[in-house]
């Protein structure tokens, strides 16, 4: 059974970074493709980016030039590097593999805010 648990998240200044972490266990992770979806307030959960398991990216236009996900197979870790932050980015942030009938970590808040 593949379990995938978050960090990272918090509250962060308009403008500010986060580094978001995820941690796979109990599947085979180096060919997996990962992917990190937010939820805000009274929205549709969104898919913010993918990473396959040769490492292609691609990304929502919402989150592109400002976010880069990365994995490290080693230590079967999935990360996201946010920058420029703003209160839209403002979303509990889930990592997934599997897409939407898959595995789901428990998320991570990230509030922007002044």
């Known amino acids: 059974q593949v379990q995938l648990v978050e960090s990272g998240g918090g509250l962060v200044q308009p403008g500010g970074s986060l580094k978001l972490s995820c941690v796979y266990s109990?599947?085979?992770?180096?060919?997996?493709?990962m992917r990190w979806y937010r939820q805000a307030p009274g929205k549709q959960r969104e898919l913010a980016a993918t990473?396959?398991?040769?490492?292609?990216?691609n990304y929502a236009d919402s989150v592109k030039g400002r976010f880069t996900i990365s994995r490290d197979n080693a230590k079967k870790m999935t990360y996201l590097e946010m920058n420029s932050l703003n209160v839209e980015d403002t979303a509990v942030y889930f990592c997934?593999?599997?897409?939407?009938?898959?595995?789901w970590g428990q998320g991570t808040q990230v509030t922007v805010s002044s």
């Open positions: 997934n593999t599997g897409g939407e009938y898959g595995y």
């Open positions: 109990g599947g085979t992770f180096f060919i997996a493709a």
């Open positions: 990473i396959t398991s040769n490492g292609n990216t």
